[in-house]
């Protein structure tokens, strides 16, 4: 097996350091309907995946835009990744985990995850925001195979905190000071691109998950074994998910849910 390099094109660094204004310490990946925060930068400036040359190539899903904008969101300087490739769509692990590798190399140290999840869990309703507390990962892929680790490291990196406990707080702090309900949940990765059948919910459900969804996990890895503290939200976009559900309903429930997810982000922003 060759080894794995988690390192990116020199060209993509440069890139990300004439597009961003200031150098960006967050870099925060929008999920499906979420692509809408990009808005709320200031100073914003983009440039098309396929303008990346490490960025894999595959056609944008609807409701992902399919570029980086660089700006500042609640005075913090940003890197946004208006979408992101899925393992459904042919790529590796080592490819859909390409905005943390990234990411890393611009200099980011907080990395933050979005996305449309499916609830598992019956409590959870269309419309609610849920912290990623933990996940669970049965993609049957990992964006680590073949990778030897850093010089002198190791590829066995520690998931036993995957999702930053002190960001968790301070989302929470931001939601309590913005008005808007926070949940927490388990995040279950699936490889897709099929919903899941009721009774994969109930196995899920069994398994101690909370909402499913088929991305974020192998960005979440790539972004531990880079060294950077990783925070994590889903927007419910259907209850206890194997119901009938198309696409565009999970894009409908992303932009009823835009403007508190913004609002919770840049506050979220304004306190690192």
Known sequence: MPDVTLTVP????????????????????????????????????????????????????????????????????????????HLYQ???????????????????????????????????????????????????RNPLVGWPGPAGGTPFVSMSEAYNAGLRELALEAAAETGIALKEGVYAGLLGPTYETPAEVRMLRSLGADMVGMSTVPEVIAARALGMRVLGMSLITNAAAGECLSHDEVLEAGHRAAAEMTTLATAILRKL
Not at 43 to 54: D, I, Q, V
Not at 96 to 106: D, I, Q, S
Not at 119 to 137: A, F, M, P, Q
């Open 90 to 140: 042919g790529v590796t692990a080592l490819d859909a985990a390409y905005p943390a590798r990234l990411a890393a190399a611009a200099g980011c140290t907080v990395f933050i995850v979005t996305n449309a999840a499916g609830g598992v869990n019956e409590s959870l309703r269309t419309g609610d925001i849920t912290l990623i507390r933990d996940h669970i990962n049965l993609m049957g």
């Open 10 to 85: 020199e060209s993509d660094i440069a890139r990300v350091t004439a597009l961003a204004p200031e150098k960006p310490r967050v870099a925060m990946v929008l999920g499906s309907g979420l692509s809408g925060l990009a808005d709320a930068a200031e100073g914003a400036r983009s440039l098309p995946y396929a303008e990346l040359e490490g960025f894999p190539r595959v056609d944008s899903v609807a409701g992902h835009s399919g570029r980086l904008v660089a700006g500042a969101v609640g005075g913090m300087p940003v890197l946004l990744f208006q979408g992101r490739a």
